[in-house]
């Protein structure tokens, strides 16, 4: 693409000509009008999967659940799970499982 001045710099007929390639359809190789090359397939077929598959399915799935939190105490588990390399997520489920066993036995 040849260089030009600022789009706001622009009177309308150069403004035009400046952006006509945004008016061709877009393929989704990155150059207006021109097939995927195999290689641009797989990739593009390799990121489907990846990007159905989601997170791991643990269990029966997850379920976001809204709960309130002491904002003081929030900040204490947020530092204390970046300090351990936790997810938030973790250290309440980890909480909840020493919860119920301490009350079931």
């Known amino acids: 693409m040849a260089k030009h001045k600022p789009y706001d710099q622009m009177n309308t007929a150069e403004l035009a000509t400046a952006t006509a390639e945004y008016d061709l359809p877009w393929t989704g ?24 598959a989601g997170r791991p399915k643990i269990g029966r799935g997850a379920q976001i659940v809204p709960v309130s939190i002491e ?27 020493l919860v119920m066993q301490r009350r079931a036995g």
């Open 71 to 97: 904002r003081g105490l929030l900040t204490q588990v947020d530092a204390f799970a970046q300090r351990h390399h936790l997810k938030r997520s973790q250290m309440v489920t980890e909480g909840l499982r």
């Open 29 to 52: 190789s990155g150059l207006p009008g021109k097939p995927l090359t195999a290689a641009q397939r797989a990739q593009h077929k390799r990121a489907g999967i990846r990007a159905k």
